[in-house]
């Protein structure tokens, strides 16, 4: 019933910054916690950052410091700030509900020199 749609990835140098946007059909949106999971070829999906209904937040040591996750529920979005990426950022970004089952398509985000 809730789809996710997200976006804002692209191709940035080391040091760089990116803001992904994860937009929400529905009206439950405001009820749910959320996640931003990401995906590198090879490896499996790992959750990066995660925030609840109330707005507590939590983060992967690696990206500790450098992402910033947030949600607007009036637009029923998901945003997750990038700043200061790596290398190891690079892989394929992924927003869930945490109680919900379904994923969206995704975007890529590729840091290179």
């Known amino acids: 019933q809730v789809q996710f749609v997200e976006s804002g990835g692209g191709l940035v140098q080391p040091g760089g910054s990116l803001r992904l946007s994860c937009v929400a059909s529905?009206?439950?949106?405001?009820?749910?916690?959320m996640a931003w999971y990401r995906q590198a070829p090879g490896k499996q999906r790992e959750l990066v950052a995660s925030?609840?209904?109330?707005?507590?937040?939590n983060y992967e040591d690696s990206v500790q410091g450098r992402f910033t996750i947030s949600r607007d529920n009036a637009e029923n979005t998901l945003y997750l700030q990038m700043d200061n990426l790596k290398y190891e950022d690079t892989a394929v970004y992924y927003c869930?509900?945490?109680?919900?089952?379904?994923w969206g398509q995704g975007t890529q985000v590729t840091v290179s020199s």
């Open positions: 925030i609840t209904v109330r707005g507590i937040t």
């Open positions: 529905g009206r439950i949106f405001s009820l749910l916690s």
């Open positions: 869930k509900a945490l109680s919900l089952t379904n």
